[in-house]
């Protein structure tokens, strides 16, 4: 499609979707060094710091347009990777918190440190499972799943997924069984 004056409607949105390009570089490359500074200062993380600059600029880049002085561009972004930073240390205060209440309400007894020998012998073991018997096993046991549950992902009874399990179990004493008599 052409305009009254020949230019190709096609090449005009090409050449505006560039020019649009380039300036979001220019701005990139004006503001993202001291953003990332910063950014490190507040985490002192680097990767984490440039992970928070690149989220900053997608979400301050995303409403320039709409910014009440867009020529306050760098103090939005840096109060955008200020809230950010501080955003990601409330998760980590929230997750720590989460698994402290875990650590202490279960309180396991001491364990032994895993026997990799066996570990690898019950890997080894599970992979010679026929592979009903190995996914109705590793959803029972592994992703602890109920029966039913079981059978919707197999797309079988529950009481098929009983017999699969109870079939794959008795395989893999047997297996371990014979290993341990070696």
Not at 114 to 134: G, I, V
Not at 147 to 173: I, N, P, T, Y
Request: with cysteine; net charge neutral; charged share 30%.
């Amino acid at each position: 499609m052409q305009t009254m004056d020949g230019a190709d409607v096609g090449d005009a949105v090409e050449a505006d979707r560039s020019a649009r390009a380039a300036a979001l570089a220019d701005l990139y490359g004006a503001y993202a060094p001291e953003a990332i500074r910063l950014a490190y200062l507040l985490t002192g993380d680097r990767f984490l710091a440039e992970d928070l600059v690149q989220d900053a600029f997608v979400r301050v880049t995303g409403r320039f347009q709409h910014l009440r002085k867009p020529e306050s561009f760098e103090a939005y972004l840096r109060r955008t990777v200020v809230n950010l930073s501080r955003n990601h240390w409330r998760r980590r205060l929230v997750e720590r918190k989460y698994l402290v209440r875990e650590r202490s309400s279960k309180a396991p007894e001491w364990t032994a440190p895993p026997n990799t020998e066996e570990q690898d012998a019950l890997w080894t073991a599970l992979q010679r499972l026929p592979h009903r018997q190995r996914a109705a096993v590793a959803l029972r046991y592994y992703e602890d799943l109920s029966e039913q549950q079981v059978a919707d992902v197999l797309g079988c009874s529950a009481q098929a997924v009983k017999s699969l399990v109870a079939r794959g179990m008795e395989s893999l004493r047997a297996q371990i069984e014979t290993r341990n008599d070696d």
